[in-house]
């Protein structure tokens, strides 16, 4: 499984960005895609994710990103979105999106490929 994000860049605070993540080596062994996010000098945290199932989807999204971003997919370009409205300067950071094998409150879980990360920048 390979996963290519992109749709970072610079963008003023209340502004709007929208990230993609395209899957190929499409797999059945991992039950949806999240996003992350890194920060300098703070931990990884988990922002959002959603199911791959051919049903309706399921979602997670973490305490940062309720009220102000929006996570789709597009199961036929095997592409998840993510949507971020509202940016904020410490929304500023390296954004990436990993399969995962599930999410319990905390955050999700079983994080077994990486795509490469996108730079987002919330400045005037």
């Known amino acids: 499984v390979q996963l290519q994000a992109s749709g970072g860049g610079l963008v003023q605070p209340g502004g709007f960005l929208r990230l993609s993540c395209a899957a190929s080596?499409?797999?059945?062994?991992?039950?949806?895609i999240g996003w992350f996010r890194q920060a300098p000098g703070k931990e990884r945290e988990g922002v959002s994710c959603?199911?791959?199932?051919?049903?309706?989807?399921?979602?997670y999204y973490g305490d940062s990103a309720k009220g102000r971003f929006t996570i789709s997919r597009d199961n036929a370009k095997n592409t998840v979105y993510l949507e971020m409205n509202n940016l904020k300067p410490e929304d500023t950071a390296v954004y990436y999106c990993?399969?995962?094998?599930?999410?319990?409150?905390?955050?999700?879980?079983?994080?077994?490929?990486w795509g490469n990360g996108t730079l987002v920048t919330v400045s005037s």
């Open positions: 080596g499409f797999s059945s062994d991992y039950y949806g």
């Open positions: 990993a399969t995962v094998s599930g999410w319990i409150v905390t955050g999700p879980y079983g994080m077994d490929y």
């Open positions: 959603i199911s791959i199932n051919n049903g309706s989807p399921y979602y």
